[in-house]
T-cell receptor, first 115, second 110 residues
């Protein structure tokens, strides 16, 4: 079974530029998450989708971050304009529908450096 | 005060040692408790999951949850160099939104 795919793995941009990350979850997984992991910290949830609907985006900085999950499969996370403090690893995770126990499957992450 | 507190370490032990990793939390509504392992430059992978209080054992790993004390632990017996990683505790009230600890960096020396 293929895992969660993310791209790009690494991205370096200047502040105020924009960036987009892509995620393809495990086939059949209805729930998709984007987490932000700053160096030395645990991951923090940015947004949770159930199919193509948003379940929780309470911690998403909506003035600069946006995310979408078209057709309930792939997802894109965009940052515009980027700030220095957005330097982090952006982790995509998925889980089967109805899995409320926290058993998430994570991708390898997209590492963003903002200069 | 953070919802989940975890000592970041780093923790260095000799091969074969017993490792104890711990987290405390403040939200009594948490029901599901997990330990994730994260190797360098990789995503977290689920290691152990426990519902409510009690113990769970899987090979060399034992997870304990004490809801009365709001305290969870992970024990690793006969630690191996391949266990060197960052260990993240995580918990949820349900619905999939996880609250993670800071992570403890573990190094097992041959």
């Amino acid at each position: 079974e293929a895992g969660v795919a993310q791209s790009p793995r690494y991205k370096i941009i200047e502040k105020r530029q924009s960036v987009a990350f892509w995620c393809n979850p495990i086939s059949g997984h209805a729930t998709l998450y984007w987490y932000q992991q700053i160096l030395g910290q645990g991951p923090k949830l940015l947004i949770q989708f159930q199919n193509n609907g948003v379940v929780d985006d309470s911690q998403l900085p909506k003035d600069r971050f946006s995310a979408e999950r078209l057709k309930g499969v792939d997802s894109t996370l965009k940052i515009q304009p980027a700030k220095l403090e957005d330097s982090a690893v952006y982790l995509c995770a998925s889980s089967p529908s109805g899995m409320e126990t926290g058993e998430l499957f994570f991708g390898e992450g997209s590492r963003l450096t903002v200069l | 005060q953070k919802e989940v507190e975890q000592d970041p370490g780093p923790l260095s032990v000799p091969e074969g040692a017993i490792v104890s990793l711990n987290c405390t939390y403040s939200n009594s509504a948490f029901q599901y408790f997990m330990w994730y392992r994260q190797y360098s430059r990789k995503g977290p992978e689920l290691l152990m999951y426990t519902y409510s209080s009690g113990n769970k054992e899987d090979g060399r790993f034992t997870a304990q949850v004490d809801k009365s004390s709001k305290y969870i632990s992970l024990f690793i017996r006969d630690s191996q160099p391949s266990d060197s990683a960052t260990y993240l505790c995580a918990m949820t009230t349900g619905g999939g939104k996880l609250i993670f600890g800071q992570g403890t960096e573990l190094s097992v020396k041959p």
